[in-house]
């Protein structure tokens, strides 16, 4: 059986350093997002599967012996995962850093494709991982923007709040209206509240909503919470 083409020092360095290179590209953009796993760690994961890539080359030509290079690569794949798990964040009902999680994972599997000298392909998708988190950023937030759920409380001067007024303005901004709980005043003179489930945008100006709601001139405080 034939071994894999042998590889040298020279080589070693220059994927290497390519791995850096790999890692420092996808880990800027990360960390200008204010990511938990940034320009570091996705550096260090670059740099670490392009090694572990050539060292399953290297091992077999060493030792004169035949090895299977996708084994370790196998278990780079797996051990990924548990730093992916790391950087998914839970607040409240809402997810965040699948993303980052993704891309953690995606920049394993170009190290390991500079280690094992497949330099187009590991370009193509250090290219398209690109176009993906810069362009398609723009397109999503700007077509299908992220929703998060919110407990919308308002509370209101009367003893009667206006809830079809609120659900008007709340439309208006895009916002969608899972549930309502309403607590009228029980004597003359007392406040009530209106609280809701909402799903919204990130997109969404807060101060704005704020200020659309208090405009009804029956709302004395508004809130807006995490839904845990």
């Known amino acids: ?22 890692g420092a590209i996808i880990g800027f953009e990360r960390a200008s997002r204010r990511q938990v796993a940034g320009l570091r760690t996705h550096i260090l994961i670059a740099v670490g599967a392009t090694l572990l890539m050539l ?3 290297w091992l077999p030509q060493q030792f004169i012996a035949t090895g299977d ?18 950087a998914i964040l839970r607040l409240g009902n809402n997810i965040r850093g699948l ?27 250090e290219l398209i991982s690109l176009v993906t988190l810069f362009a398609l950023d723009i397109l999503e937030k700007r077509f299908f923007p992220s929703e998060r759920n919110k407990i919308l409380e308002l509370h209101y001067k009367q003893s009667s709040p206006d ?12 916002i969608r209206s899972q549930s309502m709980d309403v607590n009228e005043g029980t004597s003359k003179g007392k406040g009530s509240q209106l609280r809701l489930l909402i799903s919204i945008p990130d997109v969404t100006d807060i101060n ?14 508004v809130e807006i919470k995490e839904k845990y």
């Open 55 to 57: 060292l399953s080359i």
């Open 1 to 22: 059986m034939e071994h894999a083409a042998s590889i040298n020092e020279i080589d070693m360095l220059i994927r290497l350093g390519l791995g850096f290179l790999a």
């Open 163 to 174: 809830a079809r007024r609120a659900i008007e303005i709340l439309k208006n901004f895009g």
């Open 69 to 86: 290079p996708g084994r370790i690569a196998a278990q780079v794949v797996s051990g990924i995962g548990f730093l992916g798990t790391g």
């Open 208 to 221: 704005d909503l704020a200020s659309s709601l208090k405009s009804t001139g029956g709302i004395d405080r």
């Open 99 to 125: 993303t980052t999680a993704a891309s953690l994972w995606l920049i394993a599997a170009v190290g390991l494709a500079i280690g094992a000298g497949m330099f187009i392909a590991a370009a193509a998708a």
